[in-house]
């Protein structure tokens, strides 16, 4: 399926990259397919991720009326070496997961895509947002396919390196406007961190987690494209 973008990206700029976003069927192997299919209300948001060889180490927050059961569903699974409760407050959780199943890892690892995150897993269903070369995204579909893992491409975009309209991912461009329109950047500041928080749903540390990548990459844009070359220019 990734071909047929591959081809067309070939014929484009050196500069631009393809963007994608892809919805992956999760395998009914892993335990998260089974546990977020069981609460398909529970959005289960990985903030971090370690893949290995034979293991891979996570960070979810889940956000649940009673979190308790599904702490103790995942605990219960053959396939989690050890769970974590990092912090819990009312109805949300932040665990950190090590499973003995990385296979879903595998094609990303294969195809050197790099992962990004966070990303959400919701009722058996990981939605990704990837930033890659066209050969690699091909790569990784081949690799979907040989090991039968159901997904669906939702978008393919041309990317400019450069072009500040496309640094930041979907999230990271919520929250960022989020924290814009609310006065956090207003001086005095009109907002708190946790009032964006608040208003996004999430927790705090989430919540400055997504925003400190989106203006680092706003920093380090403004840097390359503006300071330097004002600098070169005097």
Request: net charge negative; proline share 5%; charged share 25%.
């Amino acid at each position: 399926m990734f071909e047929a973008y591959a081809t067309v990206f070939d014929c484009q700029s050196s500069i631009l990259m393809p963007r994608a976003k892809l919805t992956v069927q999760l395998p009914e192997s892993l335990w998260i397919h089974e546990i977020s299919t069981a609460y398909p209300d529970t959005t289960f948001r990985v903030s971090s991720v370690l893949p290995g060889s034979d293991v891979a180490i996570g960070v979810i927050e889940l956000a649940a009326s009673n979190p308790v059961p599904i702490l103790a569903a995942i605990d219960e699974r053959s396939d989690i070496r050890d769970l974590e409760l990092l912090w819990k407050h009312d109805e949300t959780a932040l665990l950190q997961v090590e499973t003995s199943n990385p296979s879903l890892l595998v094609p990303m690892q294969q195809a050197g895509v790099p992962m990004e995150t966070p990303f959400a897993v919701e009722d058996g269903v990981v939605t990704w947002e990837l930033t890659t070369s066209a050969d690699r995204l091909s790569m990784l579909g081949d690799a979907f396919d040989e090991r039968g893992i159901e997904y669906h491409i939702e978008y393919v975009h041309a990317v400019a390196a450069s072009d500040a309209e496309n640094l930041l991912t979907d999230r990271q461009l919520e929250v960022f406007r989020t924290a814009l329109e609310a006065g956090y950047y207003d001086v005095p500041r009109e907002a708190t961190l946790t009032d964006i928080a608040s208003a996004l749903g999430v927790t705090k540390s989430t919540c400055s987690d997504v925003l400190h990548r989106a203006e680092s990459a706003i920093a380090h844009w403004f840097a390359d494209e503006r300071v330097d070359s004002i600098s070169h220019d005097r």
